[in-house]
Nanobody, 124 residues
């Protein structure tokens, strides 16, 4: 059974920073891409960022480009999302996702494994 467990969410003021972590267990994704999505209240889940195993293929939603950085530590089966210059519109539940395919993708259905989500709230 694959498990993805996120941590690092919380409440922060606008302009602040948070770092999310996602640990994969039960199976190693030796070639798979991993990503972050978010879902604000009443809205559809949207793509935030993704990267492949070696970091040569990295993709960001335009709304977070230049503020968020995705990275991974394959030895620890962990992916991170460093979020800087946070805005109130970044408020959402953030989900870690993994896929068996090597390349990054932006669509929810292309990821087969999901974490339970971690709440990020940015106050103005």
């Amino acid at each position: 059974q694959v498990q993805l467990v996120e941590s690092g969410g919380g409440l922060v003021q606008a302009g602040g920073s948070l770092r999310l972590s996602c640990v994969a267990s039960g199976r190693t994704f030796s070639n798979g891409a991993m990503g972050w999505f978010r879902q604000a209240h009443g809205r559809e889940r949207e793509f935030v960022a993704a990267l492949n195993r070696y970091g040569g293929d990295i993709d960001y939603n335009d709304s977070v480009k230049g503020r968020f950085t995705i990275s991974r530590d394959n030895a620890k089966n962990t992916v991170y999302l460093q979020m800087n210059s946070l805005k109130p519109e970044d408020t959402a539940v953030y989900y870690c996702a993994a896929r068996e395919g090597a390349w990054t993708r932006r669509l929810v259905y292309e990821y087969g494994y999901w974490g339970q989500g971690t709440q990020v709230t940015v106050s103005s």
